[in-house]
C-alpha cells in the first residue's frame, strides 16, 4: 500500500491480501459480520440543534491522534449521530499546511463532520471558518472551537482550557467563527467545548463561562467535567454538566468518564444533557452509540462476541489502509479491540510486531479460526 505521506509499506510475499482501495466498498462488506450498519445516517441538517440532538444524542468526541478518517467511520457505522475531527490548527490553515487540511476533510464514508478548531486569534478563527465551510460545503454540519484542552503546549500559548481565564478573547473566538460563516454563506453552528475551570481548586467557572459563550452566539456548549489542571484523571464531575444545563437555554453536551453505553444513557438521563460526547468509551467499541440509544429506549444491554469484534477490527483495519492513514495507528487498535480476549497480552504483543495491513488481517484471521468463524 501507498501511505499517503508516510511512505510505503511493503507487504510480506506470503501473506495473501486483497486490497480493496475503496471504503464504501469495505464497509459495504465487512459491516454485517462487524455488527455495524453500511447506510450511515446524516446529521440532521433541519431544526434547532435541541430537535436534532433528540433524534440521536450520542456523539463522537474530537480526541487527539485518534479521530481520523477510519475512526470517524467506524463510529458512524456504530451509531454516533456526529463524528468529530481532531483538534484542528486555525494557524495550520492560515499558513496553508495540507497536513492540517488531511485533519478535515471527510472520508467518502462521512456524509457530514464536526470541526474543532483551536487557537487564540478572532482573525484566524474568521478565516479558518470561512475556509472549512467553503471546501466542505454541506458536509460541515456544525464548527466547535475546543476550551477545553490541558495540554500545555496548546495552554502556554492562550489556547484550549487557557481561554477559560479569558472569557472576552473567547467570545470574541465565537463571534469570528460566526463572522467567517457568513462570509463563506454557510448556515451551520457554532459551538464550544469547555471545562468545569482551569485549575482544581479554582472556584467553577463553567456555568457563568458557558453564558457567556451563548451570548456570543454560542449554539451548544460540550462540558467536561474535569478541570483542565486534572488532565483525565480522577472522576468527572456531573453535577458540573447539570449546573450548566441549568445556566443556559442552549443544549449542553455533556462529557466525561462515559465508558460505555451505560455511562452514556445515564448521563442523559441525569444531568440534563440534550447530548452525549463519547471519547475513552468507543476504544473498541464503535457500538456504543448504538447500544447506548437501545438503553435510552428501555432495552437491554447487547454483547459483542469474539467474532463480531474481531471483523470489527478487521475492518477498521482496512478502513486505516484505503484512507492512507499510517499502520502503526492499528497497535492502538489492537489494544483496544483485543481487551478481554482469552491471551490478550500476547495479542497485543504480536499485534506490536505487525507492520503492514496484511499482517493485521492474517492476526485477525488466526484469532477468527479459533473461535470458530469465518472472517
Given at each position: 500500500m501507498t501511505g499517503g505521506h508516510w511512505g510505503h509499506h511493503e507487504r510480506k510475499p506470503d501473506v495473501a491480501y486483497d486490497s480493496t482501495q475503496d471504503p464504501v466498498e469495505i464497509l459495504s462488506s465487512g459491516a454485517a459480520a462487524a455488527g455495524l450498519t453500511d447506510q450511515i445516517r446524516p446529521f440532521a441538517r433541519e431544526g434547532s440543534l435541541a430537535e436534532r440532538f433528540?433524534?440521536?444524542?450520542?456523539?463522537?468526541?474530537?480526541?487527539?491522534?485518534?479521530?481520523?478518517?477510519?475512526?470517524?467511520?467506524?463510529?458512524?457505522?456504530?451509531?454516533?449521530?456526529?463524528?468529530?475531527?481532531?483538534?484542528?490548527?486555525?494557524?495550520?490553515?492560515?499558513?496553508?499546511?495540507?497536513?492540517?487540511?488531511?485533519?478535515?476533510?471527510?472520508?467518502?464514508?462521512?456524509?457530514?463532520?464536526?470541526?474543532q478548531l483551536f487557537g487564540s486569534k478572532p482573525e484566524q478563527f474568521r478565516e479558518a471558518?470561512?475556509?472549512?465551510?467553503?471546501?466542505?460545503?454541506?458536509?460541515l454540519a456544525l464548527l466547535d472551537i475546543n476550551m477545553a484542552c490541558p495540554v500545555p503546549k496548546v495552554t502556554r500559548k492562550g489556547e484550549g482550557s487557557a481561554l477559560l481565564d479569558d472569557p472576552a478573547t473567547a467570545a470574541s473566538l465565537v463571534q469570528a467563527c460566526l463572522a467567517g460563516l457568513a462570509d463563506a454563506g454557510a448556515d451551520?453552528?457554532?459551538?464550544?467545548?469547555?471545562?468545569?475551570?482551569?485549575?482544581?481548586?479554582?472556584?467553577?467557572?463553567?456555568?457563568?463561562?458557558?453564558?457567556?459563550?451563548?451570548?456570543?452566539?454560542?449554539?451548544?456548549?460540550?462540558?467536561?467535567?474535569?478541570?483542565?489542571?486534572?488532565?483525565?484523571?480522577?472522576?468527572?464531575?456531573?453535577?458540573?454538566?447539570e449546573r450548566v444545563a441549568r445556566a443556559v437555554s442552549v443544549p449542553v453536551i455533556?462529557?466525561?468518564?462515559?465508558?460505555?453505553?451505560?455511562?452514556?444513557?445515564?448521563?442523559?438521563?441525569?444531568?440534563?444533557?440534550?447530548?452525549?460526547?463519547?471519547?475513552?468509551?468507543?476504544?473498541?467499541?464503535?457500538?456504543?452509540?448504538?447500544?447506548?440509544?437501545?438503553?435510552?429506549?428501555?432495552?437491554?444491554?447487547?454483547?459483542?462476541?469474539?467474532?463480531?469484534?474481531?471483523?470489527?477490527?478487521?475492518?477498521?483495519?482496512?478502513?486505516?489502509?484505503?484512507?492512507?492513514?499510517?499502520?502503526?495507528?492499528?497497535?492502538?487498535?489492537?489494544?483496544?479491540?483485543?481487551?478481554?480476549?482469552?491471551?490478550?497480552?500476547?495479542?497485543r504483543d504480536r499485534a506490536m510486531h505487525c507492520k503492514t495491513v496484511a499482517e493485521y488481517l492474517a492476526l485477525a484471521d488466526e484469532l477468527m479460526a479459533q473461535v470458530g468463524a469465518a472472517v
Open positions: 433528540a433524534a440521536n444524542p450520542f456523539l463522537m468526541a474530537p480526541m487527539a491522534g485518534v479521530s481520523d478518517q477510519a475512526y470517524r467511520s467506524m463510529a458512524r457505522a456504530g451509531g454516533a449521530a456526529l463524528a468529530y475531527t481532531e483538534m484542528v490548527s486555525v494557524a495550520g490553515l492560515h499558513y496553508g499546511g495540507e497536513k492540517t487540511w488531511d485533519l478535515v476533510v471527510p472520508c467518502v464514508l462521512e456524509p457530514d463532520i464536526a470541526v471558518a470561512c475556509l472549512v465551510a467553503e471546501r466542505l460545503g454541506g458536509q451551520v453552528p457554532v459551538t464550544v467545548k469547555i471545562r468545569a475551570a482551569r485549575r482544581t481548586g479554582d472556584p467553577e467557572v463553567a456555568p457563568e463561562f458557558a453564558r457567556a459563550m451563548e451570548a456570543a452566539g454560542a449554539s451548544a456548549v460540550a462540558v467536561h467535567g474535569r478541570t483542565a489542571s486534572q488532565l483525565y484523571r480522577g472522576e468527572a464531575d456531573w453535577g458540573c454538566v455533556g462529557s466525561g468518564d462515559v465508558r460505555g453505553p451505560v455511562e452514556a444513557a445515564r448521563m442523559l438521563a441525569e444531568t440534563g444533557a440534550q447530548a452525549v460526547m463519547v471519547a475513552r468509551g468507543t476504544y473498541g467499541n464503535p457500538w456504543v452509540f448504538t447500544d447506548a440509544q437501545r438503553l435510552r429506549a428501555g432495552g437491554g444491554a447487547a454483547s459483542h462476541g469474539l467474532d463480531e469484534r474481531l471483523a470489527a477490527f478487521a475492518c477498521h483495519v482496512r478502513l486505516l489502509d484505503a484512507t492512507h492513514a499510517h499502520m502503526a495507528r492499528a497497535r492502538s487498535l489492537a489494544a483496544w479491540y483485543f481487551k478481554g480476549m482469552p491471551n490478550a497480552a500476547a495479542l
